[in-house]
């Protein structure tokens, strides 16, 4: 698939008639886009030409393909996928894009193009003879993209060197890539049969119990147009003033909280109207039994239901959007909550259900600010989970945090860019900045 390649530092120097070639075709199809790709400047990228069996070009020391057989990584990538439509995040040399051309039972492929300036440079030295078939359509990657709901699709490839060169550059877009990669791994593991097993006993125990509980949907039949979402992440402390001036107006907004946050929410004399609590292996030291009385539970269809029986107060079950719920909702109908790893998404999924247009957002951090795990608790009671990965906080700051935490960040993400006409309001700066949430200082 080369063309050549120019040494060293003159990579990216010149104009190459392979460019001229490539862009003529370009032009064709999508002259707006083509337009956009030869304004990027490509003079400053770090590029360096690698070689090995074969060349590719390297960006900051990453390969944008194999330099030993680039066309075998292709058809790895490949084997990856089943059906006949495709959806290719990033472009590494266009090896891949080349290949699957050649694939006369695919009915559709899609480029997502993640950095502009890099896809020119690599048309200077490529052959990119996928540019005149019918069957592809190529889009540019922003920073307002949602990735998210392509996350089955199984015609998926993401190519790790265009990935991890938006760390930086694009960090929502990484997380999202990130986020995919690793549900797909965790839901993969979910359904495999030690699991399944698990599971089938758990909705058997509970089946009968649930026969005579209701619905979460009935609590969406009242209407509200404020709520205060409140995770257990440690800002909460901080954001105890705020609470209280909310809570005590005459029409204050809804509380809806994780348990985990009762504790602290207690503490602060502040007592939510909906407790949501979704873990399997729920701890009874967990659910607040005792606020019971005009307050309601949500809870996971697999809850176990002696822990369930325990609120003395109104009750309402959920299965969870995740795969591995989907037998279950065939043998007992139920409204689905989303979820994307953490108990923050269903209770999100409630506040926007019940219609609310502000949407508070307290204790959720999705990291560890000053290495703390949750809001009134010692990381002795719950140990701080590893922390192998950043997000940026509201000060620009990197705060330390796990991947799986992070995923529950894109998670949240997601349901805000699909209900985009709600007022998102974080209301602490110290934990991860949310996508498409305000700060209290920051207009609409």
């Known amino acids: 698939m080369m063309g050549y390649l120019m040494e060293g530092l003159e990579i990216g120097k010149y104009m190459t008639q392979l460019y001229t070639d490539n862009m003529a075709l370009l032009a064709q199809r999508?002259?707006?886009?083509?337009?956009?790709?030869?304004?990027?400047?490509?003079?400053?990228?770090?590029?360096?030409?690698?070689?090995g069996q074969s060349q590719t070009i390297s960006i900051n020391d990453i390969q944008l393909s194999s330099r030993h057989n680039a066309l075998e990584e292709a058809f790895f990538y490949r084997s990856l996928t089943t059906g006949n439509e495709y959806h290719l995040f990033g472009f590494g040399m266009g090896d891949l894009p080349n290949l699957l051309s050649q694939d006369k039972s695919a009915t559709k492929i899609t480029v997502y193009v993640l950095h502009a300036d890099v896809f020119k440079m690599v048309l200077?030295?490529?052959?990119?003879?996928?540019?005149?078939?019918?069957?592809?359509?190529?889009q540019i990657i922003t920073k307002n993209s949602s990735l998210i709901p392509l996350m089955n699709h199984p015609g998926l490839i993401i190519l790790?060197?265009?990935?991890?060169?938006?760390?930086?550059?694009?960090?929502?877009?990484?997380?999202?890539?990130?986020?995919?990669?690793?549900?797909?791994?965790?839901?993969?593991?979910?359904?495999?049969?030690?699991?399944?097993?698990?599971y089938r006993r758990l909705e058997t125990n509970n089946l009968a119990f649930l026969k005579k509980e209701q619905d979460v949907k009935s609590i969406f039949q009242v209407q509200v147009k404020e709520v205060?979402?409140?995770?257990?992440?440690?800002?909460?402390?901080?954001?105890?003033?705020?609470?209280?001036?909310?809570?005590?107006?005459k029409n204050r907004p809804l509380i809806i909280a994780v348990a985990m946050a009762c504790k602290a929410?207690?503490?602060?004399?502040?007592?939510?109207?909906?407790?949501?609590?979704?873990?399997?292996?729920?701890?009874?030291?967990?659910?607040?039994?005792?606020?019971?009385?005009?307050?309601?539970?949500?809870?996971?269809?697999?809850?176990?239901?002696?822990?369930?029986?325990?609120?003395?107060?109104?009750?309402y079950f959920t299965h969870l959007t995740e795969p591995s719920y989907d037998h279950f909702n065939k043998i007992l109908p139920a409204t689905r909550l989303s979820i994307f790893g953490s108990v923050i998404h269903p209770a999100m999924n409630i506040a926007l259900a019940k219609g609310a247009k502000k949407i508070y957002i307290m204790g959720c951090d999705f990291g560890f600010p000053n290495d703390q795990a949750h809001a009134e608790l010692s990381n002795d009671e719950y140990a701080l989970p590893f922390i192998n990965e950043t997000v940026i906080n509201g000060?620009?700051?990197?705060?330390?945090?796990?991947?799986?935490?992070?995923?529950?960040?894109?998670?949240?993400?997601?349901?805000?860019?699909?209900?985009?006409n709600v007022d998102y309001i974080n209301c602490s700066r110290i934990g991860a900045r949310i996508t498409g949430a305000r700060y209290l200082t920051e207009e609409m």
């Open 265 to 315: 929410l207690l503490k602060y004399g502040v007592k939510p109207d909906i407790v949501v609590s979704v873990d399997v292996d729920v701890f009874d030291t967990v659910i607040p039994y005792q606020i019971a009385k005009n307050t309601c539970l949500v809870y996971s269809s697999r809850t176990d239901h002696k822990c369930i029986k325990k609120w003395r107060g109104q009750r």
């Open 30 to 51: 999508w002259p707006s886009l083509a337009n956009h790709i030869d304004e990027q400047g490509i003079e400053d990228l770090n590029a360096q030409l690698t070689e």
């Open 228 to 249: 205060i979402l409140v995770g257990a992440g440690p800002s909460l402390e901080a954001c105890q003033d705020l609470l209280h001036k909310l809570t005590r107006q």
């Open 160 to 198: 790790p060197a265009d990935k991890t060169l938006l760390k930086k550059k694009l960090p929502n877009i990484y997380y999202q890539l990130e986020t995919i990669i690793f549900t797909k791994h965790l839901n993969k593991n979910m359904i495999d049969a030690e699991h399944q097993k698990k």
């Open 395 to 420: 000060y620009g700051q990197e705060i330390g945090t796990d991947k799986q935490y992070r995923t529950f960040l894109v998670g949240l993400e997601q349901m805000m860019f699909v209900n985009p």
């Open 124 to 138: 200077h030295y490529t052959t990119q003879q996928w540019l005149t078939d019918v069957r592809f359509d190529l």
